[in-house]
């Protein structure tokens, strides 16, 4: 059991920053993969990124790398997207997943059975 809530979203100017959080509660947190997806209306969700709780690796989609940033606290059951450098087309609903350690493609939504309500981006331009 693996439940997630994100928090931290809100409206910024483009160029801006904020910093999401995904607050994990369930045993055995710290075995799962947990991935950042995003929506925008009109559009499908896509993969932003994703941290390993165990080994500590990420991974980033082309379109944000070099821009978002995700670090993790297991001790405080949480993980965090940091986004700077934002654009109008980063805006969307924000969620937080999770998935068993050792899935073989991080970008893929089939791969997370657990998954937050999702936080809110607005980008201004």
């Known amino acids: 059991q693996l439940q997630l809530v994100e928090s931290g979203g809100g409206m910024v100017q483009a160029g801006g920053s904020l910093r999401l959080s995904c607050a994990a509660s369930g045993r055995a947190f710290s075995s799962y993969t947990m991935g950042w997806f995003r929506q925008a209306p009109g559009k499908e969700r896509e993969f932003v990124g994703v941290?390993?709780?165990?080994?500590?690796?990420?991974y980033f989609a082309d379109s944000v790398k070099g821009r978002f940033t995700i670090s993790r606290d297991n001790a405080k059951n949480t993980v965090a997207l940091q986004m700077n450098g934002l654009k109008p087309e980063d805006k969307g609903v924000y969620y937080c997943?999770?998935?068993?350690?050792?899935?073989?493609?991080?970008?893929?939504?089939?791969?997370?059975?657990?998954w937050g309500q999702g936080t809110q981006v607005t980008v201004s331009s």
């Open positions: 997943a999770g998935a068993p350690a050792g899935i073989k493609n991080w970008g893929r939504e089939g791969q997370y059975g657990y």
């Open positions: 941290i390993a709780w165990s080994g500590g690796a990420t």
